[in-house]
T-cell receptor, first 116, second 108 residues
Framework: GAVVSQHPSRVICKSGTSVKIECRSL??????MFWYRQFPKQSLMLMAT?????????EQGVEKDKFLINHASLTLSTLTVTSAHPEDSSFYICSAQRGPTLDTQYFGPGTRLTVL | KNEVEQSPQNLTAQEGEFITINCSYS?????LHWLQQHPGGGIVSLFM???GKKKHGRLIATINIQEKHSSLHITASHPRDSAVYICAVQASGSRLTFGEGTQLTVNP
């Protein structure tokens, strides 16, 4: 099956710093990657959709200047949380889709961010 | 009212029992997904359905498009099946809308 990795798996940072999370499709090329956020005991919330080589499409209420997404290649997307605050502490999950719209999304293992 | 509703929210079963988790949705969809999230947080895609029924091992997923309802069944449940099971619908494009999940605990 298709494998998606995320790095790091856990990160703890001080308030005001920036954190970069990487999402890689290891054995396939992903035309589209998705970034989700999940708070404890809640479901996943889509933050943004990114296609390789173009600007990400952000969901309503997600600040594009705070959550910078770069999808530089067909196997790598990065999410940078800029000037992180404690309320940004959450579980961030990416998923990758190979091709057509109705293709399966393959999910990464997630990154637990804690901002002190 | 959420676009995607799952029931039950929590389910405890004894090993070997047959388990059913339900998902109802209120919008027209192109596909419905069943996902499994383990305690560590990682998510595995179990099924993607647009009609009928699919089976993988002990897992069976069905969907009734007219009734806007899907079920996930687990036969001969095992403690390793303990996880959160999430229903997600794909209305247009690739965007998924998620249910709140069903926490399944299977006791030995």
């Amino acid at each position: 099956g298709a494998v998606v990795s995320q790095h790091p798996s856990r990160v703890i940072c001080k308030s005001g710093t920036s954190v970069k999370i990487e999402c890689r499709s290891l054995d396939f090329q992903a035309t589209t990657m998705f970034w989700y956020r999940q708070f404890p005991k809640q479901s996943l919330m889509l933050m943004a959709t990114s296609n390789e080589g173009s600007k990400a499409t952000y969901e309503q209420g997600v600040e594009k200047d705070k959550f910078l997404i770069n999808h530089a290649s067909l196997t790598l997307s990065t999410l940078t949380v800029t000037s992180a605050h404690p309320e940004d502490s959450s579980f961030y999950i990416c998923s990758a889709q190979r091709g057509p719209t109705l293709d399966t999304q393959y999910f990464g293992p997630g990154t637990r961010l804690t901002v002190l | 009212k959420n676009e995607v509703e799952q029931s039950p929210q929590n389910l405890t079963a004894q090993e070997g029992e047959f388990i059913t988790i339900n998902c109802s949705y209120s919008v027209g969809i192109s596909a419905l997904h069943w996902l499994q999230q383990h305690p560590g947080g990682g998510i595995v895609s179990l099924f993607m359905l647009s009609s009928g029924k699919k089976k993988h091992g002990r897992l069976i997923a069905t969907i009734n498009i007219q009734e806007k309802h899907s079920s996930l069944h687990i036969t001969a449940s095992h403690p390793r099946d303990s996880a959160v099971y999430i229903c997600a619908v794909q209305a247009s494009g690739s965007r998924l809308t998620f249910g709140e999940g069903t926490q399944l605990t299977v006791n030995p």
